[in-house]
């Protein structure tokens, strides 16, 4: 049963620092601003959103830049060491900003200050940081800044909760695409893994709730709407109403309107043939699945607790393959996880020749405090890792490429996302497979949906023609 509170943003906190934006905008002439910095996960930029849209909605201005604003706050992650060595590094740099303006407030606020040991640090060697607040209290902001304007002392209590905040203001980046978090927490533990340790136990939105959100988005617009989790396909487990992941995916697909949905992220072990039938059998669900392989070793998979071997991961792709001819999988790998041999690389290397994914996200292991993988024996030499690495991303591209060659010459539906960053004189945009497309631009909105005829491909980008 349900052992989850539900709670809503405190509406007094909400009100006392609006009085103080309130009188800030009255002796300046302007309102006070916020600048939000995020690292990490797609999860995370959701809750970015989340603490714009609180700001928002206590008086701040959302501003692009740190310079000039009244208040930062920096969203972290915690995967791995290089993502947390960054956001020390940039919350470093505010310091010159604090002395430029005592006002000045700063937050640090996710995974990363969930971690006793990191919270210590940023308490003793980063004095102008405020205050900390944990990825499960981010519905908080409102009373710990309520706090931080009628007192001097900074506040890093570690107050992680289990509940699930409904009616948080969203302050979305985009008008087209946008993310919906369906549920919280981890209960995973794989071996390597901080996320169940900074994000929590596994808890579920209601349907009710996550329903609601999608048909709002639907009919503002949105084009692109995707679900997010660390694990989708727990989705509602142990709640009474009964429903899981696939029923929740079904009922959304019945929503009218012109829309994909998305979702990420799924764990092979849980992936199942009834959440497949329900996406072959869909209108609106983009025939694109995110599934984390992490290593192509029996031996490993087992050391990383995963709970799936090869043959149980074929299955399941097989499956998928053989409802979706046209589905794109993707998949993230770690290598040099403690203990992997050569022959167990090589046994990697061959899955993705067999599973042909259409791209890999791949990591070289980094160890977490307080993982059980961070004190195995035979930690692997950087030098392996970094010469597997190279293997796998060399065989990977190879594979991206012959996975987008049957696509030249088709013409493709695209999202269109506007200007280019890298090519000037060209548009970028996304398929429903994720695929990134690229041709000239001929002044298509990001937003619209285009007809792309591709023309060249490359691994990772399919270029062409707009077709009228
Ligand atoms: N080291 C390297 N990669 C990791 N990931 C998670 N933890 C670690 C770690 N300690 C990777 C996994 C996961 C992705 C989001 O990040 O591949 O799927
Ligand atoms: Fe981490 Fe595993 Fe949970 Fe994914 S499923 S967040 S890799 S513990």
Known sequence: ?????????????????????????AERGRRPRVFVLT???????????????????????VVTAPENAELILVNTCAIREHAEKRALSIVGQYKHLKEQNKGLIIGVCGCMVVQEHRREQLKKSYPYVDFVLGTSVLHRLPEILAKKLAQKRRIFGSEEENAIAEGVPICRESNYRAWVSIMYGCNNFCSYCIVPYVRGRERSRAPADVIAEVKELVAKGYKDITLLGQNVNSYGKGEAHGMDFADLLERLDAIEGDFILRFMTSHPKDATRKLVDVMAGGKHIAHHFHLPLQSGSDAILKQMNRHYDRAAYLDIL????????????????????????????????????????????????????????????????????????????????????????????????????????????????RTEQNKIVFWPDDGTEAGAWVWVEIDRVAPFALYGNKVK
């Open 318 to 429: 097989d499956y998928m393959r053989e409802k979706m001819p046209d589905l794109a999988v993707t998949s993230d790998i770690i290598v040099g996880f403690p203990g992997e041999t050569d022959a167990d690389f090589e046994d990697t290397l061959a899955m993705l020749q067999r599973a042909r994914f259409d791209m890999i996200y791949s990591f070289i292991y980094s160890p977490r405090k307080g993982t059980p993988a961070a004190e195995m024996a035979d930690q692997i030499p950087k030098e392996v890792s970094a010469k597997r690495f190279e293997r796998l991303l060399a065989l990977q591209e190879a594979l991206s490429l012959a996975a987008n060659e049957p696509l030249l010459h088709k013409t493709l539906r695209v999202l269109c996302d506007g200007a280019s960053k890298t090519d000037t004189g060209m548009l970028s945009g």
């Open 39 to 61: 690292f990490g996960c797609q999860q995370n930029v959701a809750d970015s959103e989340k603490l714009s849209g609180m700001a928002c909605e206590m008086g701040y201005e």
């Open 1 to 25: 049963m349900r052992e989850v509170d539900r709670v809503l943003l405190n509406t007094d906190a909400v009100a006392e620092v609006r009085r103080h934006t309130a009188q800030f905008a």
